[in-house]
């Protein structure tokens, strides 16, 4: 059958091809035909580019295409995609494996920096099905080994695939037509001997019926272990971003408590007394610098010619992956619990110093809760019928570490298959259709974390045997003891186990024509691709009771109410290329690139992409592209549907904390206007872990958001230097009506910049602890700062990517040098575009609660490979500029955790074939044992400054060693 399917090997669109890490001259196993050759093109030649549906051997993209290939990934040793995408110079990291706090059990990829919901995943230019309600792609279940390579196109995707593709699109393209059998095992492990990986893959295929056919089945099983803090120096204390001595959390042992209506302030147990608050909670070394992973997998795929002219064609992917976000143990979170003062646990001590407690600093003298009679009589009041007996509310901050770290397992189980058919529709025209169809669903089972009703029943005793409620088998528990103080049958009491369930579905189909029109205004014929998609998307999220009542499940976050949402959209596209000149005395050639597509939302509406870009070469070697793509983008079913509720961030800095309030009556007003109980005020204190409570949720009133994108650049391959690729191209991307919340800062300077008032919204919508006057405590009670998705954000990025690549014959072998860099000029983010006093707030080399995920000015890869027969030696190079402090917050912080120096990365593979069936790939990754600088634990976003440290941007891990050996047959 002849398909108008074609590789490009044009000299100009190389760099399209290797625009991002050229790919080494590896020693191959086995000799390959001329069509393995094209589709795993050595530097110099290119590859069918992600970005159109037209396929056509003199088309030049205009849109900069870049290429990690799978002799890449072999020599970097990636395990999952993951630990490939996140360290490429312009993608900002996202939520992974080396952070377990603020991890749902998935990785996600973030194209320059604008958001995991931006960016396009495609499995062989078919979308996957998302992870659950916000519509994003677990990278997680991609299957590496059958990878051919992976294309990230970073600009003028939106009317290609679809308008949600803003900052680009990331396609794995498989391996086709594989024939043979592959048997692959990877082992690693760090220098310190820990966190072990092992992968195993297995890929067979084959031809049949005469060569008609060809079918490929891969399975595979990854087992990844836990690095924890503890295990290495910077991550074994937890350290203050503000002081630098060791810090921690205020829910401690012993106990940690303020006793509401009064003017306690924060105190601490000390054996039978009470002081202030002198020893927070180490919680590092129960965290993880890497996430522990099971997967098994299996992905297949086949084709059949039923006639020349007509092909069938279908895949399949099964994955299963089981993964631990293992958390400090957990605890009574500063929760109010009424405490009997006849409680068996309560010293007399501690009980004759809350009963002393003044209920109003402003009076002369001492107005105690209690008297100290009426004290005195209550501690002998056993019986709630006793017109003796009292209790108190009492907020706790006690770490349940006699139970052992909070354990969240998720089990995540993918499936997708697609079929279809496609065939010539004339000489010049080819025809496709495909549906598609997928679940994903995201099973967690939590244990470790107790409940607060049963808390609240076992506090309510007056005998250290049996609880005033008997029910459930009740044990009462000792809040008021050292470590130790809570036993086993306590923790069985508590500990009931909660679960949730998340998932989504995925229903596609799409028909598509492309090729050329047999003529054209120059030499070379117009093509063109038109087609129609159809998608239904459904997504929903459940729960227990337990996890869907606010503050019950103890040290949870949020709550887990039950949602779903869906959503269809009904697509039609068509796609434009035209030669305008052609071996002409005014250039080599010049082409334009026309796309559109409108969408019909069931949600949001018609909206339309549309896109125009071109290419010119004046003469051979030098190609100048650009283009211009307009994009909506409508809002996902998350952003949608998602029941508000409240859960933690971070934070620095409280304007109600400490004595301001009492010196400011215009601030104490607007402190009590935000529910902080008079009692409170001079006693409000910065949570010591840097947490902040913060409540947000869907809206379904949200519209779609608008983006113009546009990229502008050269490829230069001159004659005089054989085998040397080098591209420049500059991006601009800005989005407007951006469906966004404020950040916390954000928050803060609308109440408390200038004058604040206790009238103003934007102060009274902040909602505080009503028994502390605190932004933390119970999520049941204290909803803290509402982040509230709008329209209302303005989001805008640019840059230049650089790449050059040469390859050279030195005689005795062969050398690869390849190059990519990045600078990122600008990445603002204003709250609300339509206030001129809303601050554009540039994050481009700075960290901070703010600016979440560093992103670095300079950022570049360089990978030097030397072939000497079947053996191959490789040195990669990675370089992060260096960062700073957020400028408004650099007088917060000790000065040495305001900044962070640049850093150089080596890691040095070795490739040997030593038969035509066996070989092997040995690497040192981090090379000379790179430390991450230390900057303190609160300085920023716990999802992104975790461990002291940046993990998901500086390697946490150290030096560590990696071996595949791999078999054919």
């Known amino acids: 059958m002849k398909l108008q399917t074609y590789f490009k090997a044009s000299a100009a669109p190389a760099a399209l091809g290797l625009a991002l890490i050229a790919q080494p001259a590896m020693a191959q196993v086995s000799e390959e035909t001329p069509e393995a050759e094209a589709a795993t093109a050595p530097a110099g030649q290119a590859i069918v580019v992600t970005g159109s549906r037209i396929a056509d051997p003199n088309i030049e993209s205009a849109s900069p295409v870049a290429v990690v290939t799978a002799e890449e990934l072999t020599l970097q040793q990636a395990n999952t995609v993951e630990e490939s995408l996140r360290q490429i110079p312009g993608i900002v990291p996202s939520v992974g494996s080396n952070v377990n706090n603020g991890n749902g059990g998935s990785t996600y990829i973030n194209l320059r920096g604008l958001g995991a919901n931006r960016n396009l995943v495609l499995l062989n230019g078919t979308r996957v099905v998302p992870q659950g309600l916000n519509g994003l792609t677990n990278i997680d279940v991609i299957p590496v080994a059958l990878l051919e390579r992976m294309d990230v196109l970073t600009g003028g995707a939106g009317a290609a695939y679809g308008a949600d593709a803003i900052s680009g699109v990331v396609n794995f393209v498989t391996k086709q037509d594989f024939s043979g059998a592959e048997l692959a095992a990877t082992n690693a492990i760090t220098e310190e001997g820990d966190g072990y990986t092992f992968r195993a893959d297995l890929t067979v295929g084959g031809n049949f019926a005469d060569g008609r056919g060809n079918a490929v089945f891969s399975v595979g099983y990854t087992d990844r272990e836990a690095v924890f803090q503890g295990d290495r120096e910077y991550g074994r204390e937890n350290i203050s971003s503000f002081s630098g001595l060791p810090g921690g959390s205020s829910t401690a042992v012993p106990s940690v408590i303020t006793v509401p209506g009064t003017t306690s302030g924060t105190l601490q147990v000390d054996g039978d007394s009470l002081r202030p608050f002198y020893a927070p909670f180490n919680f590092n070394p129960f965290n993880v610098y890497q996430t522990p992973l099971e997967q098994y997998r299996m992905f297949g795929s086949g084709r059949f010619e039923i006639t020349d002219a007509i092909e069938v064609f279908a895949e399949g992917m099964f994955v299963q992956n089981t993964t631990s976000t293992i958390i400090a143990p957990s605890g009574t979170f500063r929760n109010v619990l009424e405490t009997p003062l006849s409680n068996p646990f309560l010293t007399a001590g501690i009980r004759n110093q809350i009963c002393g407690l003044d209920t109003d600093g402003d009076a002369a003298g001492v107005q105690a809760l209690f008297g100290q009679a009426e004290c005195d009589a209550a501690a002998l009041a056993t019986d709630p019928n006793d017109p003796n007996y009292r209790t108190v509310g009492i907020d706790y901050g006690r770490r349940f570490v006699e139970f052992g770290p909070r354990l969240n397992e998720y089990r995540t189980r993918l499936f997708q298959v697609k079929a279809g058919a496609r065939g010539a529709l004339t000489n010049n025209l080819d025809w496709e259709i495909f549906g598609a169809y997928g679940e994903s669903e995201n099973v967690s089972r939590q244990s470790g974390n107790g409940t607060f009703t049963r808390l609240q029943q ?48 995925l229903s596609q189909i799409q028909a598509f024509i492309s090729g050329d029109l047999g003529f054209g205004i120059a030499a070379d014929p117009i093509s063109i691709a038109a087609g129609v998609e159809y998608r239904d998307y459904y997504a929903f999220s459940r729960s227990d009771l337990l996890s869907q009542t606010p503050g019950e499940v103890l040290g949870n976050g949020a709550a ?332 917060d912080f000790l000065e040495e955790f305001t900044t962070i120096g640049a850093e150089h990365y080596f890691d040095l593979t070795a490739n040997f074939n030593v038969t035509d069936n066996f070989g092997f790939t040995a690497a040192v990754i981090n090379l000379f044992d790179n430390e991450p600088k230390v900057v303190g634990s609160n300085i920023g976003s716990t999802a992104y400054n975790s461990g002291n440290i940046y993990p998901s941007t500086y390697d946490p891990l150290g030096r560590r060693y990696s071996v595949t050996a791999r078999m054919t047959f």
């Not at 250290?464 to 049958?489: H, K, R």
């Not at 608008?706 to 001159?718: F, K, L, R, S």
């Not at 404020?742 to 200038?754: E, L, M, Q």
């Not at 690869?816 to 600078?823: K, T």
């Open 458 to 505: 076992s506090v309510l005793s007056t005998n250290p045997d049996t609880c005033l409620d008997t029910s459930n088998d009740c044990v009462p528990i000792n809040l008021f003891g050292p470590l130790g103080s809570l036993t086993p049958e306590v923790q069985d009491f508590l500990d009931v186990g909660n679960s949730g369930t998340e998932g989504a579905e």
């Open 560 to 891: 887990s109410p039950d949602a779903d949402g869906s959503y269809d959209v009904k697509e039609a596209f068509g796609e434009l290329i035209v030669p305008l000149v052609v071996d002409s005395p005014i250039g080599e050639e010049l082409t334009l690139e026309l796309a559109g597509r409108v969408s019909d939302y069931s949600t949001t509406g018609t909206e339309y992409t549309w896109k125009i870009g071109g290419t010119y070469t004046p003469v051979y070697g030098v190609q100048y592209r650009g283009g211009f793509q307009k994009v909506t983008r409508a809002p996902n079913i998350a952003e949608l549907f998602a029941v508000p509720t409240t859960g933690l961030d971070n934070f620095s800095n409280d304007p109600c904390a400490g004595a301001a309030p009492t010196n400011d009556a215009n601030l104490r007003a607007v402190c009590l206007a935000q529910g902080a109980p008079a009692s409170s005020i001079g006693n409000i204190i910065v949570d010591p872990a840097g947490q902040v409570n913060v409540t947000s949720g869907g809206n379904p009133n949200l519209d779609a958001e608008n983006a113009e994108t546009w990229t502008v650049g050269a490829v230069i391959q001159p004659g005089f230097l054989r085998n040397f690729t080098l591209t420049f191209d500059y991006y601009n991307i800005t989005l407007t009506d951006a469906i966004t919340t404020p950040t916390i800062d954000d928050v803060f300077s609308a109440c408390f910049n200038g004058t604040p008032s206790a009238t103003n919204p934007a102060c009274t919508a902040i909602r505080r602890n009503p028994a502390t006057g605190n932004l933390f405590g119970s999520v049941a009670t204290t909803p803290g700062l509402p982040l509230v998705l709008t329209n209302q954000g303005r989001v805008f990025t640019d840059g230049i990517d650089l790449t050059m690549n040469f390859n050279t014959d030195l005689g005795f072998g062969g050398l690869d040098l390849s190059f990519f860099g990045n600078w990122t000029n600008r990445s603002t983010f204003k709250a609300n575009q339509n206030d001129p006093n809303s601050l554009n707030r540039d994050c481009v080399g700075y960290y901070s609660i703010n600016c979440p995920s560093i992103q670095p000015e300079f950022s570049f890869t360089q990978r030097t490979t030397l072939s000497v027969g079947d053996a191959d030696l490789s040195l990669r190079w990675r370089f992060i500029d260096a960062v700073e402090v957020e400028p408004e917050f650099a007088g």
